[in-house]
């Protein structure tokens, strides 16, 4: 089955520095790959998503790349700001009839 | 609309007791998807119901278990509970398979 690692496990930047975020997938068959933001007490919220014939998306000051031939994609966060600070989690799909598969989430905190 | 709700909100149960969850998807919303999330271990898959039927399973004993009503509503249910199921439980709805996954906000479950 599909297996999606996450690194780092933690991560503290500076207000206004950026934030990258990398995550492993073993099946080379996903083609969905969205990520979520979990703040502190509350539940998962989906920030961003790409999916396998897409290689880059934006979203003002997140972005989210792929590469397909390494199997990896990666979370961008640009002038990174204290309301940034959260756990994210990335995930996968392999079709459409087996469930998201997580990373183990990235907590994310924002000094400002 | 409304969101996915999860009760009860907040959960203590004593060793060898068993639990019920409930989760009301989004209205439309067939298939169901159910997490265990523990700190530093993510979001573990239970098991997802798609109209009624169980279309993936985890790697979770058979204590855990659940199930889906006609009206996408969904349980899950926990057996003989032991101090490690003690973790926040979320489920997730999606309209397709491929579309943004919905949170609800989780059942607290505290085994002591």
């Known amino acids: 089955g599909e297996n999606v690692e996450q690194h780092p496990s933690t991560l503290s930047v500076q207000e206004g520095d950026s934030a990258v975020i990398k995550c492993t997938y073993s099946?080379?068959?996903?083609?969905?790959f969205p990520w979520y933001k979990q703040e502190l007490g509350k539940r998962p919220q989906l920030i961003i998503d790409i999916r396998s014939n897409v290689g880059e998306k934006k979203d003002q000051r997140i972005a989210v790349t792929l590469n397909k031939t390494a199997k990896h994609f990666s979370l961008h966060i640009t002038e990174t700001q204290p309301e940034d600070s959260a756990v994210y989690f990335c995930a996968a799909l392999y079709s459409g009839n087996t469930p998201l598969v997580f990373g183990k989430g990235t907590r994310l905190s924002v000094i400002a | 609309k409304a969101g996915v709700t999860q009760t009860p909100r907040y959960l203590i149960k004593t060793r060898g007791q068993q639990v019920t969850l409930s989760c009301s998807p989004i209205?439309?919303?067939?298939?169901v998807s159910w997490y265990q999330q523990t700190p530093g271990q993510g979001l573990q898959f239970l098991f997802e119901?798609?109209?009624?039927?169980?279309?993936n399973k985890g790697n979770f004993p058979g204590r855990f278990s659940g199930r889906q009503f006609s009206n996408s509503r969904s349980e899950m249910n926990v057996s003989t509970l032991e101090l490690g199921d003690s973790a926040l439980y979320l489920c997730?709805?999606?309209?397709?398979?491929?579309?943004?996954?919905?949170f609800g906000q989780g059942t607290r479950l505290t085994v002591v």
């Open positions: 997730a709805s999606s309209l397709a398979a491929n579309t943004e996954a919905f």
């Open positions: 099946d080379s068959a996903s083609n969905y």
């Open positions: 209205s439309g919303h067939r298939s």
């Open positions: 119901y798609f109209s009624e039927t169980q279309r």
